[in-house]
């Protein structure tokens, strides 16, 4: 045993025997039908996020399929008088890479970076300059340490539900959900492509955003309808285009409404390197029950600023199941089978899955031009939702 590895056995051990005399911790449970997670957090940062993430989380798998061999992880996310340390060991350290590895970094290079120690024993995820993530293979334990970045919840939230796609339990889509309370329409682009803006632009109508960025579905095809990710990424020329809404909400930003003059062409372009970042519950308040948790419509969007009329067409499920299967089989999904050793035969039937949850959902795809506000009654009349 090499001495990063006997370093690591210890941090695990100091943790556990720290936790069980520590009365402050809160433990959390995440339950599907063949993972468990009991998240003990020493982190007030987190209290709140855990406590809803759970809440709606356990609402979704009612147990009616409980499963009594479940999987187990343990997660203990820690202070941020614990990062400094962790950071240490990342960049101090003689850690190694693998196979699975090196596929995750490549496909995250600009956010996040793996490491694994030699003997295949202890994997270490570093995103961002806030966020650590440390997984013990053989326990099945992690610890979790961040800054106190109220962006590091988004990856907290994410990195507890990769091993939930692992299993298959959970899918999941890059795209937003906005909701008239029966209706569920799920907006999926490329990257810049309009997400946000359309979700801005139901809102604006009355709508409510129930997701943003990443949206997740259970294995039955029910909705998580939480914001794992915390916070929109507002651009420029989509600002300004919703000025009066943002300022209603007491969202002003000088430095954008200095520029209200500028053509919506040029603020488009410039649009894709100056952007605000928005706390997802200052711009989502109000928030109605929903009557439905399921999705009932797929919009691909895809905004061009040299697009005079908005084109609207129906889209086969296939293209719709494809963008779950990229999330369902991406290096990241992919490190996690490896670290919880799922046999590759539990997952086999993801495709077949999709198609059957997601049969009766209405998919379109959606090409606009910057014009897309005169254009919402069209839009909703050719989607069929009155």
Known sequence: MNNLTTRLYQIFNNVIKSVNNRPDYILYKLSSDNLLTKIFCGNKLCF??????SSKFN??????YANRNKKVIRVFIMEENFYPYIEFLFNHFEWSINNHVREFNKAVFNTSYAKCTPDDKFYIIKCYDYFY??????????LITIKNEKRALSMVNILL??????Y?????IHGGVVSNGRNNILITSSSLGGKTTFSLLFLENNWQIITEETTYITKRGGLLDYPVRNYFNIRIGTYLEFKDLFIKMGIINEKFLSMSKRNKNNLFDLGKNQQILIDFEILCKNKSKLYNKQITHVLNISLKKDIENMIIHKIKLTEIINKFLEISNAPT???FRNLMKID???IRKIKKNLKKILLKVQCYSVISGLNYRKNFN???NKIEIK
């Not at 709140?48 to 993430?53: H, S």
């Not at 298959?168 to 999941?172: K, Q, R």
């Open 48 to 53: 709140d996020n855990l406590k809803n993430l």
């Open 59 to 64: 609402k979704l798998f009612s147990n009616l």
């Open 133 to 142: 993530y440390l997984y013990d293979k053989e326990s099945n334990q992690c």
């Open 161 to 166: 539900l990769v091993p939930y796609l692992a």
């Open 168 to 172: 298959g339990d959970l899918f999941a």
């Open 333 to 335: 999904t992919m490190l």
């Open 344 to 346: 590759n035969s539990k």
């Open 378 to 380: 069209f839009l909703l």
